[in-house]
């Protein structure tokens, strides 16, 4: 068993930072005058409480269960820690999911108390109390009736419960993996594993403290952003504003004015391809500036790995900077140090420009059952391209197993007090993951250089074999191919085939001007069949990916289709990942198509 450094458990790390930072505040939320408005700890404090006395009239003890159907908002922390004062286990899930999904998680977790953002979804799960047997409550949250979350904290603040302190090796709670494929699995993390992960990670970032602000974009329902945003900015005392919805966001960043972002690609990716978008479209002086400032950056860099300078370069940096790349800082709030980024690597272009603008994006990479933290990139040392260094405490092994000994890289296996308990119910796919030694089978395929960064490659299982033997890795092709500014979403296809094809789902509100240059009109369905479009997002694609991939890595053949992957229609997970084999099954008519 590993000792944990203090805190070692959910519940300390929160009455820790609520007696040291009582009056700071912790969350925003926007109100519909279009302002945020901020709670303090100690307004939340009093709130978590009244709550962990009404869970223990509804008999949440140690051990019990408690599930939250619910988007990030401040009651969701509340239902949190209430069940963690009362050593239970806290299962949050998404509202974007579908009803089979949440009655799944109900049952395999065993929960006894749910509670539900609002009354729509109660009205599709009010019929599990009778057909799911622990499941005993269900209470709403924005509801005034006898059944709502106020009710019940009316009533616990009436009969006041002292908090309990849970064991480091106590479940906390267990987040459930939407998966690609299968049904989702159920992982057990411990307080100890939350509170190493958080602690290993914020050195990394020692700028961070008390002051700063984030803008909480991600699901706390997952990991990254649970471990790395909510659980960290608690334990400094910060404060995070909640965004009102994904299309808020830069309206959101702008109020709220972040000084650090915990962030997907995806993100950065949207705010580049805007910029540039943009300068694009606009032309004359803006775009020369522009131009001027990433050409300068360039040199700028390759001048001091000589250790040069040269006055002339920057002094156009410093134009562009002034006028282009701090209109673009003030667009992002004015007052941004950086971002943490995970989930899938940055574009290195991209990273490159914020990194330039003034914005560093750091990399990182971890896994729900790590908790998640493995490797990060630190404010203090970093390098293009990697994921980073191994957090405090942890071991990267690179196993050559599948490989090979001669194989520069690798299946990632870590090992460390982050580590999950393991699948909840499922002995044997734990056993698949979890090593005799106490390690973890990432599934990720990597290697460490000289000075011990960490480089991905691949997923193990995604990489595949075209008919000549070469490997493809779909997911990287996939990741720069969504950089072209007329693509929406995409999918790679070649596994056994002579070729590699490519399904595309367009931008149509970035192609308007083509689409009126070549007079082409009609509904979706009709334009994505139209062969001047195909020609037209096919070479800009293969111009895109030209000078970085071999030519049998490059796709021959496109197909565009209307339908958008999201996590509605079931083509992505909730944290935005593609779903690949279920994208193939809905348009393998269309893929198969391409090799006629």
Not at 152 to 181: F, N, W
Not at 399 to 414: H, N, Y
Not at 522 to 545: M, R, W
Not at 554 to 563: D, G, R, S
Request: glycine residues 10%.
């Amino acid at each position: 068993m590993y000792e944990y450094e203090k805190p070692d458990n959910l519940v300390a790390l929160w009455e820790n930072s609520v007696a040291k930072h009582p009056n700071n505040k912790i969350f925003g939320t926007k109100s519909k005058q279009g302002v945020y408005e901020w709670l303090t700890y100690r307004e939340v404090d009093k709130m978590i409480n009244d709550l962990r006395a009404g869970l223990a009239l509804l008999g949440i003890n140690k051990g019990g269960v408690v599930g939250i159907i619910a988007n990030n908002r401040y009651e969701w922390v509340l239902a949190a820690f209430a069940t963690y004062g009362r050593e239970a286990r806290f299962i949050p899930m998404y509202e974007q999911e579908l009803l089979r999904i949440w009655k799944y998680i109900i049952t395999d977790g065993g929960v006894e108390v749910l509670l539900v953002a609002n009354e729509g979804i109660y009205e599709k799960v009010k019929g599990f109390i009778g057909e799911i047997p622990t499941l005993k409550h269900i209470l709403v949250i924005d509801s005034d009736r006898e059944y709502s979350l106020a009710a019940l904290m009316k009533r616990g603040a009436e009969t006041p419960v002292s908090s309990s302190q849970p064991s480091p090796y106590d479940v906390a709670g267990l987040i459930y993996t939407s998966g690609t494929t299968g049904e989702p699995k159920g992982v057990l993390l411990s307080h100890g594993n939350f509170t190493s992960n958080l602690i290993a990670g914020i050195k990394k970032y020692p700028h961070l403290d008390e002051n700063t602000v984030t803008l909480a974009i991600l699901p706390w329902a997952h990991s990254y952003a649970q471990t790395g945003e909510l659980y960290a900015m608690i334990h400094l005392g910060a404060r995070m504003g909640l965004v009102e919805n994904t299309n808020t966001i830069a309206n959101d960043i702008a109020l709220v004015k972040p000084t650090w972002l915990i962030a997907v690609p995806r993100v950065f990716n949207k705010i580049y391809e805007g910029i540039t978008t943009k300068m694009r479209n606009e032309g004359g002086l803006a775009k020369k500036l522009f131009d001027m400032g990433i050409n300068s950056a360039k040199k700028k860099r390759e001048l001091s790995k000589e250790g040069r300078k040269e006055t002339i370069t920057n002094i156009k940096f410093a134009i562009a900077d002034k006028i282009v790349f701090g209109k673009i800082r003030e667009k992002l709030g004015g007052r941004l140090t950086g971002s943490m980024t995970a989930s899938a690597m940055m574009n290195r272009e991209v990273a490159q420009f914020f990194f330039d603008i003034g914005i560093p994006v750091y990399d990182c990479y971890g896994m729900t059952e790590s908790s998640p933290a493995i490797a990060m990139n630190a404010s203090y040392n970093y390098r293009m391209g990697s994921v980073g260094t191994a957090i405090e405490r942890l071991k990267i092994v690179i196993d050559k197993t599948l490989t090979g000994a001669d194989s520069r890289d690798g299946e990632i296996v870590v090992y460390g007090p982050n580590i999950m308990i393991g699948y909840h119910n499922k002995p044997e796919q734990t056993k698949e993951v979890l090593t005799a030694d106490g390690g973890l089978r990432t599934g990720d395929r990597g290697y460490l250089d000289e000075d011990g960064f960490l480089f991905i490659t691949g997923r193990i299982k995604e990489q595949y074999k075209l008919e000549n033997g070469k490997f493809v890795f779909p997911a990287s092709l996939e990741e720069d191919i969504a950089l072209v500014p007329y693509v929406l979403n995409v999918l790679i296809h070649g596994e056994n085939r002579a070729y590699n094809v490519c399904l595309i789902v367009p931008n149509f509100d970035n192609l308007q001007a083509f689409l009126k240059e070549k007079g082409l009109t009609g509904d979706k369905e009709t334009l994505a069949k139209n062969k001047l479009l195909v020609d037209f997002i096919a070479n800009e694609i293969n111009k895109s990916l030209a000078e970085k991939y071999g030519a049998y890595e490059i796709p021959k053949k496109y197909a565009l289709v209307a339908e958008p992957f999201s996590v509605d229609n079931g083509l992505l997970t909730q944290t935005l990942k593609l779903k690949r084999k279920v994208v193939f099954e809905r348009f393998k008519g269309t893929i198969e198509g391409l090799y006629s």
